[in-house]
């Protein structure tokens, strides 16, 4: 039976990509691992030859989101059938069709996001809420329907709530670097001399303000992209966004005197009187939900000058 079934030209399909993805994440390391996640994280898709004719996208702007099927391109299967999640710590192990890790049998995600504008004459739609990285292959594009594809009943007791949100603190010189990337006003927008040219996701950032830049940032970084066996307090990690390279590390809450000179006084007192609230609670209750340490962010840094 199986063999039969394997000679089937049906189960076995051979599919090209129809749109390239031109994101704000050049590499793996920090993009969000669920779409929504970072809300910031705009990106523009590309229809390739011969889909890139408006006939094929006709009436896709009434829908607000949409489902994207894409191919991992990057990762490569080893063939084990299970797992480690990051829910996990990295370090229990679950089959792999019972998780969402990107290590799968051939290599396609499914990523639901939301549809932000449409251009017929450049054939590209714009979308946020991205958790894919430049040059992702999209296999298939539909519409997102909430009657049909919002299951309010469902349930999981394996990740039930959302990824936990980091506390955050930015340096001054790291606060001063966004600033100095953009004009005061809201309405400029971060020179196009500043995304490297070797990376094709300019047209997904030249247009991004200075408060969609420190939102982004805070949004990728506050999901604490470190893998969970990896969790280092000394050590310095750096993640590339949007044409800038952020470096960051953990801080212990007992820890929070030695950023004093380097995060703004009045906002690292404010952080270490909720680090005193967040003692009592690890004393009292639910002591696995709170985390044990804050994020501070260091540097940000135009990658073009670096």
């Known amino acids: 039976m199986e063999d039969s079934l394997r000679e089937n030209p049906h189960y076995r399909r051979e599919i090209e990509a129809i749109a390239l993805v031109e994101s704000c994440f050049p590499e793996k390391f920090g993009v969000p691992r669920q779409a929504g996640i970072a809300p910031s994280a705009e990106g523009i898709i590309r229809f390739l030859p011969p889909y890139n004719h408006p006939?094929?996208?006709?009436?896709?702007?009434?829908?607000?989101?949409?489902?994207?099927?894409?191919?991992?391109?990057?990762?490569?299967?080893?063939?084990?059938?299970?797992?480690?999640?990051?829910?996990?710590?990295?370090?229990?192990?679950?089959?792999?069709?019972?998780?969402?890790?990107?290590?799968?049998?051939?290599?396609?995600?499914?990523?639901?996001?939301?549809?932000?504008?449409?251009?017929?004459q450049a054939m590209t739609l714009t979308v946020s809420g991205l958790d894919l990285i430049d040059g992702t292959p999209i296999y298939c594009i539909k519409p997102y329907i909430p009657f049909a594809d919002a299951i309010m009943s469902a349930t999981s007791t394996f990740a039930v709530d959302p990824p936990q949100k980091w506390p955050l603190l930015w340096s001054c010189d790291a606060k001063t670097a966004v600033i100095k990337e953009n004009s005061s006003s809201e309405e400029s927008t971060i020179p196009e001399s500043t995304i490297p040219e070797s990376t094709t996701s300019k047209s997904a950032t030249t247009s991004m303000t200075q408060g969609q830049l420190y939102s982004l940032i805070e949004e990728v970084v506050g999901q604490n992209p470190i893998p969970q066996f990896h969790q280092d307090y000394a050590r310095i990690y750096g993640v590339s966004i949007a044409g800038f390279n952020i470096r960051f590390r953990h801080i212990p809450w007992e820890n929070l005197?030695?950023?004093?000179?380097?995060?703004?006084?009045?906002?690292?007192?404010?952080?270490?009187?909720?680090?005193?609230?967040?003692?009592?609670?690890?004393?009292?209750?639910?002591?696995?939900?709170?985390?044990e340490s804050c994020i501070v962010i260091l540097e940000v840094a135009s990658e073009s000058t670096n």
């Open 55 to 120: 006939h094929y996208i006709e009436g896709i702007e009434h829908y607000s989101h949409l489902w994207l099927t894409f191919g991992f391109h990057q990762n490569q299967w080893n063939g084990k059938a299970k797992v480690r999640p990051q829910r996990l710590g990295g370090n229990e192990r679950m089959g792999v069709f019972a998780t969402r890790s990107s290590f799968r049998p051939n290599g396609l995600g499914l990523s639901a996001v939301k549809l932000e504008s449409v251009d017929y």
């Open 257 to 291: 005197d030695s950023l004093n000179g380097v995060v703004d006084a009045t906002t690292l007192s404010e952080m270490q009187q909720r680090a005193a609230l967040m003692n009592r609670k690890i004393e009292y209750s639910e002591s696995d939900k709170i985390p």
